[in-house]
C-alpha cells in the first residue's frame, strides 16, 4: 500500500473525528413552566409553542408528562434533549417495576436522579439544554422541585422556568398560600400564563394544565386563555420614547 493509497483512509479517519460534535445551541425549544403546591397535591402548567429561533414553528408540543405513579414533569428547553430525558425516565421507571417489590419511585427520588443526570452530562460538556420542573405526591408528602441544565436545584412551594422565573415568580410570591383549592390554583396559573404570552415572544395561547394527587395523574387538554390587547402601551409602545420609529 503506496502513500497515495492510505491518504483517503486518513482523510477518513480525521473527518470521523471532527464529526463528534457537542449541541452548541438549542433548536426546537419551549418555553416558560409554571408549577405550584395547592391543598391536594401539585399544579403544573405550560403552553404548546416550540419556537425554531424566532419562529414559533409549531403549536401542539406537550411539554407535561406523566413519570410512573406519583410524578409529573414540565420542561422548557431543547425539545429532542426533553425527549432524552423522558427515554432516560422510562428506563429507570421500567427497571424499578421489574423488582416487583411493591414499592415505587416517588417525585424525590425521581428529582434527585434528575439533577445528577443533568449535572453528569453537564461535567462532560454535552448539557442537555432544558429547565425541568418535577412534581408528585406520595404517602401524603408533596414534592416540588426544578433543575436546570447544569444542574443547579432547588425545592420550592412554587417554581418556574425560563421567563416565568421574572414574570410569574412574584405574582406566585404575593398571591400563593398553602390552602389553595384546584380552581383558585387553576385559576392563579392561568393568571400567571397570561401575564407570560403579554410579554414572552415564544409563548403561545395554548395552554396544558396537569395535576397530581394521590389517585394519579391528569394532563388535561389544552385551551385557550382570554386575553385583551387594548392596552394603550400595547397599541403605542413608542410613545414617548425619543428616537424612536
Not at 403544573?44 to 413519570?67: F, I, N, P, Q
Not at 426544578?146 to 421574572?166: K, L, P, Q, S
Not at 409563548?203 to 392596552?231: C, H, M
Amino acid at each position: 500500500m503506496n502513500v497515495a493509497d492510505s491518504a483517503p483512509a486518513m482523510n477518513n479517519l480525521l473527518a470521523s473525528n471532527a464529526d463528534s460534535q457537542r449541541t452548541l445551541y438549542p433548536y426546537v425549544t419551549g418555553t416558560s413552566v409554571v408549577g405550584i403546591k395547592y391543598k391536594d397535591g401539585i399544579l403544573l402548567a405550560a403552553d404548546m409553542g416550540g419556537s425554531y429561533g424566532s419562529t414559533l414553528r409549531y403549536k401542539t408540543v406537550e411539554r407535561l408528562k406523566s413519570v410512573g405513579k406519583h410524578s409529573i414533569i414540565g420542561a422548557s428547553g431543547e425539545i429532542s434533549d426533553f425527549q432524552e430525558i423522558m427515554r432516560y425516565l422510562d428506563e429507570l421507571i421500567l427497571y424499578d417495576n421489574m423488582w416487583d417489590d411493591g414499592n415505587s419511585l416517588g417525585p424525590k427520588e425521581v428529582h434527585n436522579y434528575l439533577t445528577r443526570v443533568m449535572y453528569n452530562r453537564r461535567n462532560k460538556f454535552n448539557p442537555l439544554w432544558n429547565s425541568l420542573v418535577l412534581g408528585g405526591v406520595k404517602n401524603g408528602q408533596k414534592h416540588l422541585g426544578t433543575v436546570n441544565m447544569i444542574g443547579v436545584h432547588y425545592e420550592d412551594n412554587h417554581v418556574a422556568t425560563g421567563f416565568g422565573n421574572h414574570l410569574a415568580r412574584p405574582i406566585l410570591r404575593d398571591e400563593w398560600h398553602e390552602n389553595l383549592t384546584f380552581e383558585e390554583g387553576v385559576k392563579l396559573l392561568e393568571k400567571c400564563m397570561r401575564v407570560l404570552l403579554y410579554r414572552d415572544r415564544s409563548a403561545v395561547n395554548k395552554l396544558q394544565i396537569a395535576r397530581i394527587t394521590e389517585d394519579g395523574v391528569a394532563v388535561f387538554p389544552p385551551y385557550s386563555l382570554k386575553t385583551f390587547w387594548n392596552f394603550n402601551a400595547f397599541q403605542n409602545p413608542t410613545v414617548g420614547a425619543e428616537g424612536s420609529w
